[in-house]
């Protein structure tokens, strides 16, 4: 495999699989997949979910791994090397433009996380309903600009680690936060399981009543599964660029997509036998985090401890955002700092500046109704632009170009790593059946359902 010299690359195996998993790992596995498990029935939502997953997981990251090592440079470079022609250089500006999209309006939740991390160490969190409803309902206010304040600054703040560089900032931050985050979910998964009738939200995640399965559940699980893991975003694309050329594809792919869906089941474990055991049914969408848990918090534990798991809590969706702003970060400043004379550092200044204009336009649209397009908000038109459309593309592309466009001795190197690893026959056969077919069909029909077309 002929690759650029002296490229940068993460230093060691571990700094990969955390910081991709990072990328992966974040709010909408701590936050949107029980939400959508407890609206779609628990177990049954939760089996479908681990089967698309891996089947519709290990081989969407696996086509953005071969075209982003092949490469060797951000995803615009890559694209275009991988097509073999300029053109396929959009499928990467489409998932650059998506990321810092996402990293603009994904950046206001991520400042409220902020905002109750700090309350809830001034144990301001807890309290009756009625006073966590004015919580909430305070920081929303119209003439409260703080959420957009704290937006730009959860910018910044992945911005000081994004000019490190990869070794000393992205590697160096994710081997500390994903550790962190995933003893954080021990630590609550103990304290949530040590409760009266705890056993009921176990029951709930994990014993599967069949009879809930139906066309609906499993366009669910099938949308949970293809946005968990990052794919359309052009971030697994990017950090696959860092690659040393013995890494081995398949075996970091398969650990990361596994390290993703446990991520996601200790979160249900986390929040569904805690929920269970006070009769709150988890299931309340974005308030969930905000308003729900706390009164989960304040019924379930005595105050004392309760006030110690709101700081865990809190702390553990401040490092989620983290890890995922990152990534999403560095998509945009890899393109910049490699196809303009800016530097690294100007590079990342020029998208913290882009995204900060869409996070306090997410933001504000959010507390003044009627700012927005289509009667959505900004923060919703934001979303569904990527969700429904740039993500959905962006993956297509992506899988039908390692399947139908690249030349398969190209990809055969990047998955035996020139050789490095023995190319076994059925994997190559699996792997070229699912990019080529399955995958391919699996996200039309998540583009069609997302499109109200199925």
């Given at each position: 495999?002929e ?88 499928i ?22 902020v ?34 304040i ?27 936060m ?6 954080l ?19 709930f ?60 089941m ?26 729900t ?52 550092s ?16 997410s ?92």
């Open positions: 495999m690759k650029e010299q002296n490229k940068v690359t993460f230093a060691t195996r571990l700094g990969i699989i955390f910081a991709t998993a990072g990328s992966a790992v974040g709010l909408g596995n701590i936050w949107h997949f029980p939400t959508t498990c407890g609206q779609n029935g628990g177990a049954a939502f939760v089996l479908l979910y681990v089967i698309i997953t891996l089947l519709i997981g290990i081989p969407g990251m696996m086509g953005e791994f071969i075209i982003g090592r092949n490469g060797g440079k951000n995803a615009v470079s890559s694209y275009r090397k991988a097509g073999g022609k300029k053109v396929f250089g959009i990467g500006a489409i998932g650059v433009l998506g990321g810092s999209l996402i990293l603009g309006f994904y950046s206001v939740i991520a400042g409220w996380c905002y109750y991390f700090g309350l809830a160490l001034g144990d301001g969190v807890l309290g009756s309903q009625e006073h966590i409803n004015n919580t909430f309902a305070h920081l929303m206010a119209p003439d409260n600009y703080m959420p957009c704290l937006s730009v600054a959860f910018i910044l703040l992945t911005q000081m680690i994004i000019v490190r560089g990869v070794r000393k900032g992205i590697e160096w931050a994710s081997k500390i994903v550790p962190t985050l995933i003893m979910l021990i630590l609550l998964i103990g304290a949530s399981c040590s409760l009266p009738n705890a056993f009921d939200g176990i029951r995640l994990l014993n599967p009543d069949f009879t809930k399965l139906n066309a609906h559940v499993a366009f669910k699980a099938l949308g949970e599964a293809f946005f968990s893991l990052s794919l359309g975003t052009a971030c697994l694309c990017t950090y696959a660029s860092y690659f040393k050329e013995e890494t081995n594809l398949l075996r970091s792919t398969v650990e990361i997509t596994l390290i993703d869906v446990a991520v996601a200790m979160a249900g474990l986390m929040i569904f036998p805690a929920a269970f055991s006070v009769n709150v049914e988890p299931d309340a969408g974005p308030s969930l985090v905000f308003m848990m706390p009164n989960v918090f304040e019924q379930a534990f005595p105050h004392s401890v309760a006030y110690v798991v709101s700081v865990m809590f809190y702390l553990l969706l401040t490092i989620a955002a983290l890890t995922s702003t990152i990534s999403m970060h560095e998509i945009g400043t890899a393109v910049i700092s490699q196809e303009t004379p800016l530097s690294r100007k590079a990342a200044w020029v998208v913290s500046a882009f995204c900060s204009v869409i996070g306090v336009l933001a504000y649209s959010l507390s003044h109704k009627g700012v927005g397009l289509f009667g959505d908000s900004f923060f919703d038109n934001f979303d569904k632009l990527t969700a429904n459309i740039m993500l959905p593309l962006g993956a297509l592309c992506t899988i039908l170009i390692v399947g139908w466009v690249m030349p398969k001795e190209t990809v055969m190197a990047e998955l035996t790593s020139g050789g490095l690893y023995p190319r076994r026959a059925w994997v190559v056969k699996t792997f070229y059946f699912f990019s080529r077919i399955v995958c391919p069909i699996l996200i039309v029909c998540i583009f069609m359902n997302k499109l109200d077309i199925i």
